[in-house]
């Protein structure tokens, strides 16, 4: 067996005060490495790991000295790339973060190695990237296969966690009543969603694909009308209410 000191984590970045990933003030810790190459994906630079190591012991050094900012609703979010790659790094700065009654996040896909138990049994929030509800769009968007998300969600609601739910709306893809219908479907399966979000989608990453010498798979989409994506929330509102009566 590892001890805590030989296991190590990749990461490409720290954010010290992030507001949008998670509850209250949060440090998110960006990991590189992920499967899936969304054709949406703003982070590029972290499909690939790095020579940016970093043990359990250093990150939770550096995560302390922000401890007294997050009073009692924030907290460390893990997000990347995808955290699930690098799971035995998490549970082990996990297991030193709740020593410090420090609140844990993680923002993913869905898509890693298997096995999440251990990791879900010291995670707080779950923030749930939902790419696509159908198999074969699923895969066109991302890459892979819908089933290993599939297999996340099972062990997610065995779990109990709390959960949020983050959907890319994407123009002649995501943004159509018949997808949020769909997505009202899917998300019927997953246990404990205190939250939803809609995101538009946006071009803001394409000058990181441009630095990284990477063709921009959306060049000729453009930004999701917020108006619209507005109103497909609402919509979305609706269906879920009616779905629940």
Same mark, same amino acid.
């Given at each position: 067996?590892k001890k805590?000191?030989?296991?190590?984590?990749?990461?490409?970045?720290?954010?010290?005060?992030?507001?949008?990933?998670?509850?209250?003030?949060?440090?998110?810790?960006?990991?590189?490495?992920?499967?899936?190459?969304?054709?949406?994906?703003?982070?590029?630079?972290?499909?690939?790991?790095?020579?940016?190591?970093?043990?359990?012991?250093?990150?939770?050094?550096?995560?302390?000295?922000?401890?007294?900012?997050?009073?009692?609703?924030?907290?460390?979010?893990?997000?990347?790339?995808?955290?699930?790659?690098?799971?035995?790094?998490?549970?082990?700065?996990?297991?030193?973060?709740?020593?410090?009654?420090?609140?844990?996040?993680?923002?993913?896909?869905?898509?890693? =190695? %298997?096995?999440? !138990?251990?990791?879900?049994?010291? &995670?707080?929030?779950?923030?749930?990237?939902? @790419?696509?509800? *159908? #198999? $074969?769009?699923?895969?066109?968007?991302?890459?892979?296969?819908?089933?290993?998300?599939?297999?996340?969600?099972?062990?997610?609601?065995?779990?109990?966690?709390?959960?949020?739910?983050?959907?890319?709306?994407?123009?002649?893809?995501?943004?159509?009543?018949?997808?949020?219908?769909?997505?009202?479907?899917?998300?019927?399966?997953?246990?404990?969603?205190?939250?939803?979000?809609?995101?538009?989608?946006h071009r =803001? %990453?394409?000058? !990181?694909?441009?630095?990284?010498? &990477?063709?921009?798979?959306?060049?000729n989409k @453009?930004?999701? *009308? #917020? $108006?619209?994506?507005?109103?497909?929330?609402?919509?979305?509102?609706?269906?879920?209410?009616?779905?629940?009566?």
């Open positions: 067996m805590c000191n030989m296991i190590t984590g990749n990461i490409n970045s720290i954010e010290s005060f992030g507001l949008v990933d998670g509850p209250g003030i949060r440090t998110v810790v960006f990991l590189n490495g992920c499967s899936l190459r969304c054709k949406y994906c703003h982070n590029p630079e972290m499909w690939h790991k790095t020579d940016n190591i970093i043990t359990p012991e250093q990150l939770v050094k550096k995560i302390k000295r922000f401890k007294p900012y997050y009073k009692d609703t924030g907290g460390v979010t893990f997000s990347g790339g995808e955290p699930l790659l690098q799971q035995e790094f998490i549970i082990e700065t996990s297991k030193l973060l709740k020593k410090e009654n420090i609140n844990i996040a993680i923002d993913t896909s869905g898509v890693g =190695l %298997g096995n999440y !138990k251990n990791l879900l049994n010291l &995670i707080d929030l779950i923030i749930l990237d939902i @790419k696509h509800t *159908d #198999k $074969e769009e699923y895969k066109k968007l991302t890459g892979q296969n819908i089933e290993k998300v599939e297999q996340f969600i099972t062990e997610l609601n065995n779990s109990n966690k709390k959960v949020w739910i983050r959907q890319v709306i994407i123009p002649d893809l995501t943004d159509t009543f018949e997808y949020i219908t769909s997505l009202v479907k899917y998300l019927s399966k997953i246990n404990n969603i205190e939250r939803v979000d809609f995101l538009p989608y =803001l %990453g394409r000058e !990181k694909y441009i630095k990284l010498n &990477i063709p921009y798979p959306y060049e @453009k930004d999701m *009308d #917020k $108006e619209k994506c507005d109103k497909l929330f609402e919509f979305f509102l609706d269906k879920q209410k009616s779905s629940n009566d």
